[in-house]
């Protein structure tokens, strides 16, 4: 039988059998997280059963969503911004722009999209006839950030690494659940047409065997978030759980005021398995502190404009739907080290090769204040259009 060797709090252990396919990260081997809708910080902070939750996890109390509608703040999760999206229709993002997938792939680690409701692996179209019986539309495109990019979207064996929840409840039951999940509940579960003690309610419901001993091999985190807050026009500050077997039991009920987005996801996944990086946002975003602290990262901090946060708006971009704030894509910073203490993806490297003066991504962490002061991106006024 083969053996793998994992250090858990500074003991090491000996695992068998399944374990041995996963590649083990310094702080958790498995990271899987749920998305829900739409809620403000305040609100979903009391909810009884986030109350619930926490006691068995970690609140963070300073974690903003990047702007409105939706999408965006999808998009910006898998591949360190969102390019100026202000929109939930349908886009699509060029080949050259890589995402978490690429990251993922340079250890063969492996990942899957769930997506409720999703009526078939690799599914392109914006949304299905609710099989809930709700006569609505309850798989969305829209929260579904893969399917978007040209990067994964042309391959077709990306295109069946997205797959509905029935087939993640499969590979619960085989402990085939790949390394890396990122899961949308349906338009109802996911509070988007229904309210926040219904998500909740299904969160609770969901995550509980999820969080049961020996649910998984090897440690998992397990994430939930909102996308967005409800409220347009404050600095959309969201309601975020880090749970499952990969936070030390002395965590369990605390809470982790750390500055965190979107963005922090990709480089806690990066400082976690010593990954490369993608030359966007995700570089001097904080690391999640559970990991942090664990990896011995210490390049956590404030960024220099936190206390103007105003993730409300987005800010100019390519996929911007007003013609005036349309800007090319930005080029990404191939000079930077990530949270995985690696240079940025060679992929990228090659595919933007040359125009490295143009880079807006400066890796400082700074955010969005785009209402107060100019956009966070000062392109060279040659690409302006
Ligand atoms: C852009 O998208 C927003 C959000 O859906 C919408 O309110 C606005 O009308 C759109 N603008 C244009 C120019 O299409
Ligand atoms: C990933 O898998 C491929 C195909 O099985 C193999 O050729 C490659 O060496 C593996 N890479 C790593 C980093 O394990
Ligand atoms: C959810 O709301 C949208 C409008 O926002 C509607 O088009 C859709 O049918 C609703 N879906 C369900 C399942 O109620």
Request: overall charge negative; charged content about 20%; some cysteine.
């Amino acid at each position: 039988m083969s053996r793998l060797s994992v250090t858990l709090f500074g003991l090491t252990f000996l695992t068998f059998a399944s374990a041995a396919s996963l590649v083990p990260g310094r702080a958790f081997d498995r990271f899987i997280t749920i998305w829900l809708e739409n809620q403000d910080y305040a609100k979903a902070a009391v909810d009884a059963n986030i109350a619930d939750l926490k006691r068995q996890g970690i609140l963070l109390t300073r974690y903003y969503a990047h702007t409105h509608p939706s999408q965006p703040n999808y998009l910006a999760a898998v591949a360190g911004d969102y390019f100026g999206l202000n929109h939930d229709e349908n886009v699509r993002v060029p080949e050259d722009v890589f995402t978490v997938v690429d990251l993922l792939e340079t250890k063969n680690i492996s990942w899957a999209g769930y997506f409720e409701d999703m009526p078939g692996p690799g599914y392109m179209s914006d949304a299905s006839d609710g099989s809930t019986g709700n006569g609505g539309w309850d798989y969305v495109r829209k929260h579904n950030p893969f399917v978007s990019f040209d990067s994964i979207n042309m391959k077709g064996e990306h295109l069946l690494d997205l797959q509905s929840f029935g087939a993640f409840e499969r590979a619960l039951a085989a402990k085939k659940v790949p390394q890396f999940a990122f899961m949308s509940p349906n338009m109802m579960n996911d509070g988007h047409n229904t309210s926040l003690k219904f998500a909740t309610d299904w969160s609770h419901r969901f995550l509980q065997p999820l969080l049961a001993d020996g649910a998984f091999d090897g440690r998992t985190l397990v994430m939930l978030t909102f996308d967005e807050c409800e409220t347009y026009g404050v600095p959309n500050q969201i309601v975020t759980l880090l749970l499952g077997s990969a936070v030390p039991p002395a965590l369990k009920g605390t809470e982790d005021a750390t500055f965190y987005t979107h963005y922090s996801i990709l480089s806690t996944l990066e400082n976690n398995w010593e990954l490369p990086h993608l030359g966007r946002y995700d570089v001097g975003a904080n690391v999640f502190r559970v990991v942090a602290d664990q990896t011995g990262y210490t390049k956590n901090k404030d960024p220099e404009n936190a206390p103007a946060v105003d993730n409300s708006v987005s800010y100019p971009g390519q996929l911007n739907n007003e013609t005036s704030k349309r800007l090319p894509i930005p080029v990404p910073n191939s000079k930077l080290v990530g949270a995985g203490g690696q240079p940025i993806l060679e992929a990228v490297r090659l595919a933007w090769a040359g125009k490295d003066g143009q880079t807006p991504y400066d890796g400082s962490g700074r955010v969005n204040d785009g209402n107060r002061n100019p956009p966070i991106y000062k392109r060279p006024a040659a690409n302006s259009p």
